[in-house]
């Protein structure tokens, strides 16, 4: 059973610039979750997608957003890009109901110059 | 969600068993213990859960006291490789997987 996708791995973007990432789950999970890792803040949780609704929001300003597709397959877009947005994106797979464990990406990590 | 207290850093020897604690007294019924580890840059994988009784897996074991204040994760012959943060979560059973909230975790180094 293939695991979560995530790609790309590494980006480099400039500031003022977008970004959009993606995301594919495991085969069969319906819900998509986002974290932000940095050195500073750790793990944080940025929203969560379920049958392509924004089901759980964390606390990030609006140039974070997503979106899920019908194939559960999610993007993350990043508009404005600043300094302090550089940091590891985790993308992590669950099947959205029930208490389950959640099965994270290896990541993108984005550097912002 | 339950808010966890863990030691920052452990060592462990190669070979012994390495005990992880972690604090939630302010843990509810309803609310399980997770705990997942992130080895170096990578995601944080699943290691185990449980509700109230002890839980072992092939990774590792889980020892809730009965109180469930608190908890201890267990690899019981601790190897070069499981040197990681491990992360304790607590989760409510109508907190869907997706959304854990993460503490700063124990880093964990095993010396050889």
């Known amino acids: 059973k293939a695991g979560v996708t995530q790609t790309p791995r590494y980006l480099i973007k400039t500031r003022g610039q977008q970004v959009t990432l993606s995301c594919s789950p495991i085969s069969g999970h319906r819900s998509v979750s986002w974290y932000q890792q940095t050195p500073g803040q750790g793990l944080q949780f940025l929203f969560e997608y379920f049958s392509e609704t924004q089901r759980n929001k964390g606390n990030f300003p609006g140039r974070f957003s997503g979106r899920q597709f019908s194939n559960s397959r999610s993007e993350m877009n990043v508009s404005t890009l600043e300094l302090g947005d550089s940091a590891l994106y985790l993308c992590?797979?669950?099947?959205?109901?029930?208490?389950?464990?959640?099965?994270f990406g290896q990541g993108t990590r984005l550097t912002v110059v | 969600d339950a808010k966890t207290t863990q030691p920052t850093s452990m060592d462990c020897a190669e070979g012994r068993a390495a005990n992880l604690p972690c604090n939630h007294s302010?843990?509810?019924?309803?609310?399980?213990v997770y705990w997942y580890r992130q080895i170096h840059s990578q995601g944080p994988q699943y290691i185990i859960h449980?509700?109230?009784n002890n839980e072992t897996n092939e990774m590792a074991s889980l020892i809730i006291t009965e109180d469930r204040k608190s908890s201890t994760l267990i690899l019981p012959h601790a190897t070069l490789r499981d040197t990681a943060v491990y992360y304790c979560?607590?989760?409510?059973?109508?907190?869907?997987?997706?959304?854990?909230?993460f503490g700063d975790g124990t880093t964990l180094t095993v010396k050889p």
């Open positions: 449980g509700l109230k």
């Open positions: 302010t843990i509810s019924g309803n609310e399980y």
């Open positions: 979560i607590v989760r409510g059973i109508n907190t869907n997987a997706g959304k854990s909230t």
């Open positions: 992590a797979s669950s099947p959205g109901q029930g208490n389950t464990e959640a099965f």
